[in-house]
């Protein structure tokens, strides 16, 4: 196949075409993004918007490191002392509450922080009724007399 002058010269038009049309694109695509940036700015000036963002950000950075060490020693303070009453030691026995109900249905539930307060919940399942009572429990002792299975919670929780 023979191609003749006329031929070559309009296929190298064509190209030339194309990458005239691909650079306006990329030159469209770039004053897109320099018109967004220009958009921060308050003159049209894209190194002075370029150095007020840093200029930002280099102060929102001292800002923090300055800061931080103060802000975390406190928040620790403050995690560690709710941590102390808040409840994390738990004791559970399942129990038959009656001779004639059986399937270990009824509970007791001890439920203590780190000073051995809290609560031991208790329920009692029947064939006619579900009793839930609540025992007040300070530094590891009841004020009331507990049942054995209470007593098995509380001992489970303090452990």
């Known amino acids: 196949m023979v191609l003749d002058n006329t031929t070559l010269l309009f296929i190298a038009m064509?190209?030339?075409?194309?990458?005239?049309?691909?650079?306006?694109?990329?030159?469209?695509?770039?004053?897109?993004?320099?018109?967004?940036?220009?958009?921060?700015?308050?003159?049209?000036?894209?190194?002075?918007?370029?150095?007020?963002?840093?200029?930002?950000?280099?102060?929102?950075?001292?800002?923090?490191?300055?800061?931080?060490?103060?802000?975390?020693?406190?928040?620790?303070?403050?995690?560690?002392?709710?941590?102390s009453i808040s409840i994390k030691n738990i004791g559970i026995v399942n129990f038959?509450?009656?001779?004639?109900?059986?399937?270990?249905?009824?509970?007791?539930?001890?439920m203590l922080n780190d000073n051995n307060d809290g609560i031991i919940l208790t329920s009692l399942f029947g064939h006619n009724s579900c009793n839930t009572y609540v025992r007040e429990i300070r530094n590891g002792e009841a004020s009331i007399k507990l049942l054995n299975e209470e007593k098995e919670a509380l001992s489970k929780a303090k452990n």
């Not at 038959?96 to 001890?110: E, I, P």
């Open 14 to 83: 064509a190209v030339i075409i194309i990458l005239v049309i691909i650079c306006f694109i990329l030159n469209m695509i770039n004053t897109s993004k320099i018109n967004t940036l220009l958009d921060y700015s308050e003159d049209g000036d894209i190194i002075t918007a370029l150095q007020d963002y840093y200029d930002k950000v280099d102060d929102l950075s001292k800002t923090i490191s300055n800061s931080t060490d103060t802000v975390l020693l406190s928040r620790l303070s403050e995690c560690e002392n709710k941590s």
């Open 96 to 110: 038959d509450a009656f001779d004639d109900v059986k399937g270990n249905l009824s509970f007791a539930l001890a």
